[in-house]
């Protein structure tokens, strides 16, 4: 088997996050992306060798005997949202419990997973669950009709219109049809990634699981004139609320965006009609939410994650000085503050902060105080020691300087709530290396229909210190243990060039990949005197960047 070799062979497992090891006939091996347990498939090799084979996907040759005749979604393969639609909930609760495990035991042993793995707990929902979607305006084809959707899988470019979405409810769906009916009627043209011309970019759409109130919230360029433009929105405004709901619009938005790089960012929203926000309930709080606010996208399952949190906290918080870490609303924090001290939210977002500081009035707790900034550097600005620590870390876990500090707290117990269990792993190990054993173990399903899952783990601080040997642990040693493929530069250099256009260079790289929580060895990332200067990364490349390390799954 060599590079450029194509090869047949049946999915024999599937490791996080859902790449599959293929077993030829001949007894060979090697990795692919977006395959199921038991398909059997053909193989582009792009790396050959014992260690390492690596192959891309060609063809689906015969279904898995897990899947369903009928996939859940009409949209299921060509869509690059979703990947588990063709599997009944309880294989794919199965196939995430699995991944989970050949990631843990690793870490923890065979025999603390048994002693303290306690399942892993369904989504209330395993449809129309989600209360937040971002849409792209785009075509399907080159220079088809317009489409507004999902990107087409394995396409960075090509959207598919995702009117049958199953994992959004039926006004979702309703906002969608009638936006795109009525801008296609309209001849609008979409902004294009590589000419950055057109107009209509993003349809962001929130509504809320338990109040039902909807936020919709247009995203365009300003490439049009003004007087057209109001008379333009006005129209899409009026057929929006001419149309039947079973929730109720609380906001129509237009939000203005002239940036370059492919992402939902706000340089100046208007309200075309209602609010600006809406308002959401989880465990008896009220949240309010605005179109760009972090929330849990699954606000039932959400609570099913506070509340399995919650348990593992148990009477740890009690009366105690609690440190919410990466705190986002400030969600977590204020469950908990009705049983705590006092609690310190912690989170790098302003808006979240804000958003956090308005959601403990909203509540009527006077017990919790958020802080905006980076957790590395704001816990050294903070006097109170926590008794208690929360963690729920980005996708990329916690830095490896913050995770020092938070360990020299020396606090007896903490929970760790993660959304990306690669990350969790590597970060256990640094936690089982200096003292600490994992007592409770647990994952809610925020995500049916995708490989993504979350984890819940409750650490312990051993008694004494004959019951461990602390050590330090470097950079390097702490990516050498991770779970996750990495690519090379000379790849992500390539795909950039082929996906955007763009020549990036390896400076470029390693600067994105530090912001990002990727540890490099430091000559890559620091210069070599206090005085000297990098040129930093342009915005465009660095976005590209980005999606290159997302389609890598390095970030």
């Given at each position: 088997m060599k590079r450029g070799d194509i090869v047949q062979g049946k999915v024999v497992k599937v490791s996080f996050p859902n790449k599959g090891i293929i077993e030829t006939a001949e007894g060979d091996r090697l990795r692919v992306k977006g395959v199921l347990p038991g398909q059997t498939v053909s193989v582009r090799v792009k790396k050959s060798s014992k260690e390492k084979a690596q192959g891309n996907l060609l063809s689906l040759d015969v279904p898995s005997p897990l899947e369903l005749d009928v996939p859940a979604c009409v949209h299921f393969g060509k869509c690059g949202g979703c990947t588990y639609q063709s599997l009944s909930y309880e294989n794919q609760l199965k196939i995430k419990e699995d991944m989970i495990h050949d990631l843990m035991v690793p870490v923890i042993g065979e025999d603390v997973w048994n002693d303290t793995y306690e399942g892993i707990k369904a989504s209330p929902n395993q449809f129309e669950y989600r209360n937040k979607m971002e849409f792209s305006f785009g075509d399907e084809v080159k220079d088809g009709p317009l489409t507004l959707g999902m990107h087409k899988k394995g396409s960075f470019y090509d959207v598919v219109t995702v009117d049958g979405c199953q994992i959004i409810d039926s006004d979702m769906r309703q906002v969608l049809t009638i936006t795109l009916d009525y801008f296609a009627?309209?001849?609008?043209?979409?902004?294009?990634?590589?000419?950055?011309?057109?107009?209509?970019?993003?349809?962001?759409?929130?509504?809320a699981a338990k109040t039902g109130e909807i936020l919709v919230d247009l995203v365009t360029s300003t490439q049009i004139s003004s007087l057209y433009e109001i008379a333009l929105l006005e129209g899409w405004k009026q057929e929006l609320l001419a149309a039947t709901w079973t929730g109720a619009i609380a906001g129509i938005l237009h939000t203005k965006n002239d940036r370059e790089a492919d992402v939902v960012a706000d340089e100046g929203t208007e309200i075309l009609y209602g609010h600006t926000s809406f308002k959401e309930e989880i465990l008896g709080l009220s949240f309010t939410i605005t179109p760009f606010s972090f929330f849990q996208t699954n606000s039932l399952g959400a609570e099913v994650l506070y509340s399995t949190a919650r348990d593992f906290i148990a009477t740890g918080a009690d009366g105690a000085e609690v440190y919410d870490l990466y705190s986002g609303t400030g969600t977590i924090a204020q469950v908990i503050a009705p049983a705590a001290k006092h609690v310190t939210g912690v989170e790098i977002i302003a808006e979240a902060v804000e958003a956090a500081k308005e959601n403990a009035k909203l509540n009527n707790l006077d017990n919790c105080d958020f802080i905006a900034g980076d957790v590395l550097k704001v816990l050294d600005d903070i006097t109170e020691k926590p008794d208690y620590i929360i963690l729920d870390p980005p996708r990329d876990g916690i830095h490896p300087k913050a995770l020092d500090k938070i360990i020299d707290y020396g606090v007896d117990s903490l929970v760790y709530i993660s959304c990306k269990p690669t990350s969790l792993a590597r970060d256990l190990e640094v936690f089982l290396a200096r003292g600490y054993k994992v007592t409770r173990l647990a994952c809610v399903d925020m995500f049916p229909g995708t490989y993504h899952v979350e984890t819940c783990a409750l650490l312990s601080k051993l008694a004494g210190a004959e019951n461990h040997v602390e050590f330090s642990v470097s950079g390097d040693e702490l990516e050498v243990t991770t779970a996750e493929s990495k690519a090379t530069y000379?790849?992500?250099?390539?795909?950039?060039?082929?996906?955007?256009?763009?020549?990036?260079?390896?400076?470029?790289?390693?600067?994105v990949k530090r912001a990002n929580g990727i540890i490099e060895r430091e000559c890559y990332n620091e210069p070599k005197s206090e005085d000297s200067r990098q040129p930093g990364c342009p915005e465009e490349k660095w976005k590209a960047i980005e999606e290159a390390l997302r389609y890598f799954q390095m970030i």
């Open positions: 009627r309209s001849n609008q043209p979409y902004y294009r990634k590589n000419t950055h011309e057109g107009y209509l970019r993003h349809l962001l759409v929130r509504k000379q790849q992500i250099k390539d795909w950039v060039q082929k996906e955007c256009g763009l020549n990036v260079t390896s400076l470029n790289i390693a600067q």
